[in-house]
Nanobody, 112 residues
């Protein structure tokens, strides 16, 4: 069965960095576009970023453009999200996603 397991979240000060990972299994990872979506407390889901199968085409929400970088390693079946210059408003649970499949999420908290 499809499994998406996120990791790398934590507590970081404003201006800091984190790198999230999403380990994928149960499907042909290299054949699918992948996305990151986040959900802040009391808010609905917000799409963050997406990447095509080969990794050469990426897209970002305006709120994270220039600060976040999505990438993937198809040999390792892993999706990444490098997050720099973090802001308190980036606080959320971050999920990786393809189609209707979601991981359990990883909490990112940006606070001093």
């Amino acid at each position: 069965q499809v499994q998406l397991v996120e990791s790398g979240g934590g507590l970081v000060q404003p201006g800091g960095s984190l790198r999230l990972s999403c380990a994928a299994s149960g499907f042909i990872f290299s054949s699918y576009y992948m996305s990151w979506v986040r959900q802040a407390p009391g808010k609905g889901p917000e799409w963050v970023s997406a990447i095509n199968t080969g990794g050469g085409n990426t897209r970002y929400a305006d709120s994270v453009k220039g600060r976040f970088t999505i990438s993937r390693d198809n040999a390792k079946n892993t999706l990444y999200l490098q997050m720099n210059s973090l802001k308190p408003e980036d606080t959320a649970v971050y999920y990786c996603n393809y189609g209707s499949s979601w991981g359990q999420g990883t909490q990112v908290t940006v606070s001093s």
